[in-house]
């Protein structure tokens, strides 16, 4: 089983729209992961038929026993996030703001604050339209944790491909280098970073790939709006070179990307020409 990767240094690179066109050529022998949590959108172009959902649990908040506290403020004192003001008398803690990290409850001497397990989200397995399956999930808003629960999307794909037999896993990763990325990175076979000729597209590009040659995973490139800037497309191609990532391809800017997001239709089923290209990009990945 091969697991491969799609990521970038950056949003707005086409990331989401070539991943899903991969899972296109893909078929019946990929296992879809969406694991860009924090933004998921590529249901948008693969047509879930939800088929599993569970709620995901990670990471605790203070709550604070109001028949119990003694009003001593020593939570809101120890507290380095001042999540804990007193408002109309009684400390109340500001779930946004609580870290979870329960200090507050073990100084509290009437032992008031209750370190209650959050549901951040939640996971869940649906049939696409490609004949196959996707697992994918929604956190919830200004939730933290979503490494973990990339982590979870990961495993839960892993898990169906060897139950079903398949022999990829196709990952459409973060964008940047945060928590999630890291996460996603974390057991993959092959890395398509997805870039673009601008000056933070180069910039991204250049970081993400640090973090990839610390996990050690060979990589391929592809650039997207190619000819928006044939100066810094060649800069990347040279940058390639140097760093021996596999030039998979190039995709001159096309506003069809577009139509075909708004037609709820990944790019390969609008365009016949993108079509061809990324067709040969995917045979160079298998």
């Not at 509290?108 to 989200?121: S, T, Y």
Request: aromatic share 6%.
């Amino acid at each position: 089983m091969k697991e491969i990767v799609v990521i970038s240094g950056k949003g707005g690179t086409g990331k989401t729209s070539i991943t899903a066109s991969f899972a296109y050529f893909g078929g019946k022998d990929a296992i879809i992961a969406d694991c860009d949590v924090d933004a998921a959108d590529m249901h948008l172009l693969l047509q879930p038929q939800q088929l599993k959902s569970e709620e995901f649990y990670s990471g605790f908040l203070a709550e604070i026993d109001q028949n119990k506290c003694i009003k001593c403020g020593r939570c809101s004192e120890v507290c380095r996030f001042d999540s804990i003001p007193i408002i109309e008398g009684k400390y109340i803690v500001k779930p946004l703001d609580c870290e979870g990290c329960g200090y507050c409850s073990q100084i509290c001497p009437k032992d008031a604050i209750l370190m209650k397990e959050q549901n951040v989200g939640n996971w869940l397995i649906s049939q696409i339209k490609f004949g196959t399956k996707m697992v994918h999930a929604n956190l919830g808003i200004g939730a933290d944790n979503s490494g973990k629960l990339v982590a979870k999307v990961k495993n839960e794909a892993k898990k169906l491909a060897e139950k079903e037999g398949k022999k990829i896993i196709l990952v459409d990763g973060s964008p940047g280098v945060g928590c999630p990325v890291v996460s996603s990175l974390s057991g993959a076979s092959y890395v398509v970073l997805v870039t673009e000729p601008s000056v933070s597209g180069i910039h991204d590009l250049k970081r993400v790939y640090e973090l990839v040659k610390k996990f050690g995973i060979p990589a391929g490139c592809i650039i997207n709006k190619a000819d928006i800037n044939l100066q810094k497309t060649e800069e990347i191609i040279k940058f390639l070179a140097e760093e021996n990532i596999e030039f998979l391809g190039s995709i001159s800017y096309n506003e069809d990307f577009t139509r075909a997001l708004t037609a709820g239709k990944t790019i390969v089923e609008f365009d016949d020409k993108i079509k061809a290209l990324l067709k040969e990009c995917w045979k160079k990945l298998i």
